[in-house]
């Protein structure tokens, strides 16, 4: 027991394990360290971070019931989600040789992006809704604490997760410099999977 957090060894291999599951936010991550180095990996990663306290917090104070009570408003966050993802992947999959990057230099833009590609993706809200009681032990549950140990431990995991993949790509991408055409080749297959995953959001259910 560990702040009122049943199995707390099992919230962080749970957590690991779903951060590791390709997505949205491995894409930005990846795309934004490729097109902006060490910097752009690392705001890119607090984006993420930022985006995740955000649905958490709200998914604590119960929007997740306001969502399912408002079904409409769940549909419209949802299709807003989807257009931005695949307009993102679009972009990418159109550029040009010599066109300014999708995801630009500038730290605070990948920042920006990546905050915004985690908070238009509603069902994470949820997701956090049913995820957080699997280890809340009533018992002994310290209210928001508890709920503050869980979220600062996502935030850990989160940027030791984001710092690890972004050394890795950055690594790569200065072999791959070197290649430009694979280098290109990797941002069509980038949008591509952005695209799928807008096509994924907006007509799961």
């Not at 930022?50 to 769940?74: E, I, N, R, S």
């Not at 972009?91 to 833009?109: C, H, W, Y």
Request: glycine share 10%; no cysteine; proline share 4%.
């Amino acid at each position: 027991m560990f702040f009122g957090i049943s199995d707390y060894g099992a919230f962080v291999a749970a957590i690991v394990l779903f951060l590791a599951i390709p997505g949205p936010g491995n894409l930005a991550l990846i795309t934004s360290t490729g097109k902006g180095g060490v910097a752009g990996g690392l705001m890119a990663t607090l984006g993420v971070i930022v985006g995740d306290q955000v649905l958490m917090w709200l998914a604590v104070a119960g929007v997740a019931a306001v969502l399912a009570t408002y079904p409409a408003a769940f549909a419209a966050i949802q299709w807003l989600g989807a257009l931005y993802l695949a307009w993102l992947g679009w972009k990418m999959l159109t550029a040009k040789e010599g066109d300014a990057p999708v995801l630009n230099i500038r730290p605070r833009q990948y920042f920006q992006q990546s905050l915004a590609i985690t908070l238009l993706n509603p069902k994470a809200i949820v997701f956090y809704m049913a995820f957080f009681p699997l280890f809340v032990d009533p018992q002994t549950h310290l209210g928001l604490i508890s709920f503050a140990v869980m979220a600062v431990t996502i935030a850990a995991l989160t940027f030791l997760y984001g710092l690890g993949m972004t050394l890795l790509t950055h690594h790569l991408a200065e072999r791959m410099r070197a290649h430009p055409r694979i280098g290109r080749m990797l941002e069509k297959l980038a949008g591509i999977f952005l695209v799928g995953f807008g096509v994924k959001l907006a007509i799961s259910k």
